[in-house]
């Protein structure tokens, strides 16, 4: 049994979440992550966009929790437990499978390090939404260190016969998405499989799978994805993670990734506009690569003007291994 530490109350409001991005290989990754954060509300950090990710997708709640029977359909609840002191407190996401009155409710945690204060607040989560909704509730915790699992895995003894048990997921109960079919029907689990699962010796068809789940899931919020697994992934691993990515997905897809880089071009006011655009994303995919651009070679590229031949080169980069290889 786990004991709860003496009382101290959260913070009234949410913690905001702005942490630092990990520096990306290239400078449109670096960039990218940050302005999506602000503005798709996908945030940079693994924490907050796991969370997302469950409201996106329930579906990975039955996935996580295996045996578990939990009904349909499912809707997201309010996360907001107040209480009759002027103190708030939020869960990560709760989520209402089925209907009344079959429902059951999941307790959403995502947890990257231990803090034993979440000993005291879950169990005033859980006690709060059977109280107000009178159903079974579920906690469940994604935890992404095996070790901080182990802390979080035994109940939380409140009383002398009161307990509450959370569903602990550690990275060895995220299934390891290695087919395109799975990685389409849930792009989300393919994403958190990459993120949890890089170190394997089979990671170049995780990440295999991920193309096929960020294709399905769209440009927008495939890039989102993409995006995401970049910046969590070892720094070391960026560039080998991107090419196995555009040699992956295909060659329609790859363009429209470049085009958004394009339209991204636009919006921060290149003055240029869709030609330093297309110019902008043949170096990137070059560098991400790692092949090695002379001097007189970035000068080739910066300087055309020419849409369709940097169109060409769009479509050529994902597949050259050398740059002569693309100018021939």
């Known amino acids: 049994m786990v004991d709860v530490p003496r009382h101290r109350h959260e913070p009234a409001s949410r ?8 520096t990306c290989p290239y400078r449109f990754a670096s960039e990218s992550v940050v302005r ?11 924490h907050d ?13 039955r996935v996580l929790l295996g045996d578990v029977d939990i009904p349909v359909p499912v809707r997201v609840a309010s996360n907001e437990f107040s209480q009759y002191k002027p103190t708030a407190y939020y869960a990560d996401r709760v989520l209402m499978f089925g209907a009344a009155p079959d429902e059951v ?4 945690e995502v947890q990257r390090r231990f803090d034993a204060e979440k000993l005291r607040s879950w169990p005033l989560y859980v006690a709060s ?6 159903c079974p509730v579920i906690l469940l915790v994604l935890c992404d260190d095996p070790k901080v699992a182990a802390q979080y895995g035994p109940p939380i003894r409140i009383g002398r016969a009161a307990l509450v048990t959370p569903d602990v997921v550690g ?7 290695r087919d395109a079919e799975t990685a389409r029907a849930l792009p989300e689990l ?3 499989s990459s993120i949890l699962h890089h170190d394997r010796p089979d990671r170049d068809q995780i990440f295999v799978a991920l193309g096929a789940a960020v294709t399905a899931a769209g440009n927008g919020l495939g890039r989102r994805y993409h995006d995401l697994v970049l910046a969590e992934v070892p720094e070391a691993l960026r560039a080998h993670l991107q090419e196995v990515l ?3 997905v295909s060659t329609e897809y790859r363009s429209e990734y470049f085009r958004a880089l394009v339209a991204e071009g636009k919006a921060e006011g290149l003055t240029e506009g869709e030609v330093k655009g297309e110019a902008k994303a043949v170096l990137i995919m070059l560098e991400t690569r790692g092949l090695v651009l002379a001097p007189e070679d970035r000068a080739r590229i910066t300087a055309c003007t020419d849409l369709d031949q940097l169109d060409a080169w769009v479509r050529r980069v994902g597949s050259v291994t050398t740059v002569s290889e693309l100018f021939d």
């Open 49 to 61: 966009g796991f969370v997302e990710m469950f409201e996106r997708r329930p579906e990975l709640v």
């Open 246 to 248: 555009m040699n992956s």
């Open 190 to 192: 393919s994403v958190i």
């Open 129 to 134: 939404v059977w109280a107000r909704d009178g």
């Open 105 to 108: 409710a999941v307790v959403v």
């Open 15 to 22: 913690r905001i979440r702005g942490k630092e991005i990990p």
């Open 36 to 46: 999506l954060c602000q503005c798709l509300n996908m945030a940079g950090d693994r």
């Open 171 to 177: 990275p060895d109960r995220v299934p390891v998405v």
